[in-house]
């Protein structure tokens, strides 16, 4: 690939956000989509829909209702990280799938990769009316030379998760703490490919989502082995992360934000928060990331595929992706907000959500994310 172009083989050994909830269970919500359930079956023989997603987009509470409705059934393969599942569709299983739901930067990515079935925004305007004004058409980070690759499905941001029983939320108005020894031993990394890189590179002055010169990169490098230094622990495993947290043995996690936050306060430890630190000479700390749902170009052009992704981003369905049994996030889709009791609101931190927004950079494939995580990996064998 030339060069500014993630290598593949090292995003698949790095980039596993989720590899640690693979295989932690379905949601076991209410139906939802009500909406869309009146919907008459086809009088023709019954569809099958192909669908490629993360877990909990597969809970049969979401999917069952929906293919009832359609006559319909849908077959799932679930993904673990986002670039194993682009991977599988660049070559060539894009011709056995309809739809898609994972990071966005891969939704969009479709785009250029050839097999994106395009989004016409006309035909979405109440699926984008009813979304965030931040949300809505045109949609950059999900464009590619003008079209809509996808729409918006989940959402939350990346920053330090502080415990604020043994320590203030004022000190991690910037990552600094990372790097102080008052600090030394009481912080956790989290082992999640390229999360805990772009904080770090940030906090050092680099903008990570830019093309890097050898100087930049070197200063990756710096941060990195300063980092590690002062970590008690890099973690891969969600579970032991939390625990760690929630006893004080860390006092903050890095690289994982409200991912891995909400469904500890949902659980009554409100204690714990994900904020975003503020800017550091004009360079944005904080990152949003974001989940997304495209339709696969792979010659059917369904019209049954269509409608799924408008019934995915409704707002009970939304309401349903947002609260899951491993993870609670937060959703685009607007009118969803009324659907969520006080205390999930409070767990998902409604009311800091658009200062973390003003305050972030928006998650992307950076150009030299091989090169980050190779830094990583060595600075780490290192340590």
């Not at 050839?114 to 980070?141: H, I, S, T, V």
């Not at 805990?196 to 990169?217: H, Q, T």
């Not at 800017?279 to 019209?303: C, F, H, R, Y």
């Not at 959500?353 to 494939?365: I, L």
Request: with cysteine; hydrophobic share 40%.
């Amino acid at each position: 690939m030339k060069k500014g172009t993630a290598d593949m083989s090292n995003l698949l050994n790095g980039m596993k956000r989720r590899s640690v909830l693979k295989g932690m269970g379905g949601m076991g919500l209410a139906a939802a989509g009500a909406g869309f359930l009146g919907m008459p079956r086809r009088a023709s023989a019954a569809e099958s829909l192909n669908y490629m997603c993360w877990e909990g987009y597969n809970a049969p509470s979401i999917l069952e209702p929906f293919q009832k409705a359609k006559d319909t059934t849908i077959s799932i393969d679930l993904i673990t990280d986002s670039a194993g599942g682009f991977a599988k569709l660049a070559a060539g299983a894009s011709r056995d799938f309809d739809l898609v739901s994972s990071d966005s930067p891969w939704i969009q990515r479709m785009g250029p990769a050839g097999f994106c079935r395009f989004l016409d925004d006309k035909d979405f305007a109440e699926q984008y009316g009813e979304f965030y004004p931040q949300f809505r058409a045109p949609f950059a980070p999900l464009q590619f030379e003008g079209k809509a690759t996808g729409l918006p499905t989940r959402w939350g941001w990346v920053g330090p998760t502080v415990n604020t029983k043994f320590d203030k939320l004022e000190s991690w108005s910037s990552y600094a703490p990372v790097f102080d020894s008052a600090y030394k031993d009481k912080i956790c990394l989290l082992d999640w490919g390229d999360w805990p890189i772009m904080p770090l590179a940030l906090y050092a002055g680099v903008n990570p989502y830019e093309e890097l010169d050898e100087a930049a990169l070197g200063e990756v490098r710096k941060v990195l082995r300063a980092a590690f230094k002062n970590t008690r622990a890099i973690v891969a495993d969600l579970a032991v992360a939390q625990k760690g947290l929630l006893d004080g043995s860390f006092r903050a996690l890095i690289g994982g934000g409200t991912y891995c936050t909400s469904s500890l306060r949902l659980k009554g430890h409100d204690y714990i928060q994900s904020i975003v630190p503020e800017p550091k000479n004009g360079l944005k700390q904080g990152i949003i990331w974001m989940e997304a749902t495209g339709l696969v170009d792979n010659g059917k052009n369904s019209e049954i595929a269509a409608d799924f992704l408008k019934y995915i981003v409704s707002p009970e369905v939304a309401k349903q992706l947002a609260i899951t049994e491993a993870t609670c996030n937060l959703v685009p889709n607007q009118k969803a907000e009324a659907l969520f009791s006080e205390e999930e609101k409070k767990a998902l931190q409604m009311d800091y959500m658009w200062t973390a927004w003003d305050n972030s950079q928006f998650h992307t494939v950076a150009p030299n994310i091989d090169d980050m995580l190779a830094i990583w990996q060595e600075e780490l064998a290192a340590r």
